[in-house]
């Protein structure tokens, strides 16, 4: 129980997998719920900082709601933190995820509607309905079949996924094509191609892949770590991140990035991990 967010105790109450660690008002199994909006805050405390983002239709295991707020553990990564309830639903588990950079969710299967909403790479949703070039949701949703894959359809290059959010906005916190940081590309891009990843860039540099040896020389996907940063390698003399010195998702020349990261946070690199 050292580490909040991987630990499902709101301060109240716990899941029961924590009983006799936790000194709890209670214990609970928690309630599964789907996210119902295209992006939610994931808090710290209730009225906190933002920790994370969830997308549209990942699903939460719900172990204590005060003040219009709930407390869960994300499904994707055990991440764990605070949502407003409002953006909370029961539900089926998904059958599709989206797996082109964003589309768009329209009220009928009909590109000349006005569309809903959009909806992040990474989104899920549940297919109750297939017509000829969309798929129909269980919230009403119609959404262009060719961005959509079938839970379990993964990716196959990390790197290739990553490029896909090139010119997001950089956003701390963030997990979607409309702001993303260096973890959260890193962990998009790995769990695309259905590779465990953790949410934050201190959790990845300890759990992710093996340390190669010092002297082989870079590849495509190594993780490249500085203290609170973290970037895939996109060949031999690029790197790709998300980044608040461009404020984008970018390519940057290895070289170049060593020397600007260490000269303006005092962090030289300290970790390669390759998958």
């Known amino acids: 129980m050292n580490d909040r967010r991987l630990t499902p105790f709101s301060g109240r109450i716990a899941h029961t997998s924590l009983r006799g660690q ?3 008002e209670g214990f609970t199994d928690g309630e599964w719920q789907r996210i119902t909006v295209p992006v939610a805050d994931l808090l710290a405390r209730p009225a906190g900082l933002r920790d994370r983002q969830v997308l549209y239709g990942e699903r939460m295991l719900v172990i204590d709601r005060r003040d219009g707020m709930a407390f869960g553990q994300l499904e994707r990564d055990g991440y764990c933190g605070w949502v407003l309830e409002t953006v909370l639903s ?3 588990e998904a059958t599709h995820w989206v797996a082109a950079p964003a589309t768009h969710g329209y009220p009928a299967p009909d590109i000349k509607q006005i569309e809903r909403c959009a909806l992040s790479f990474g989104s899920r949703v549940t297919v109750v309905a297939e017509h000829d070039r969309f798929m129909e949701a269980d919230e009403g949703l119609f959404i262009p079949r060719q961005h959509l ?12 996924v990553a490029e896909l959010f090139l010119g997001t906005p950089y956003l701390w916190g963030g ?3 409309w702001g993303i940081d260096c973890s959260g590309l890193v962990q998009a891009a790995h769990l695309a191609c259905g590779l465990p990843c953790a949410g934050d860039s201190d959790l990845q540099e300890a759990t992710l892949g093996q340390l190669p040896p010092t002297d082989a020389p870079l590849q495509r996907g190594d993780l490249l770590f500085w203290k609170g940063h973290v970037a895939l390698v996109a060949d031999a003399g690029r790197i790709i991140h998300a980044n608040g ?5 970018c390519y940057e020349d290895l070289t170049a990035a ?8 005092g962090t030289p690199l300290r970790t390669r991990r390759r998958l």
């Open 258 to 265: 060593l020397a600007r990261i260490e000269a303006a946070e």
């Open 22 to 24: 936790a000194e709890a």
């Open 90 to 92: 029961g539900g089926a």
């Open 175 to 177: 997990n979607s094509r």
């Open 245 to 249: 010195h461009a404020m984008a998702t």
């Open 149 to 160: 894959r079938a839970m379990g359809d993964h990716l196959q290059d990390p790197v290739a």
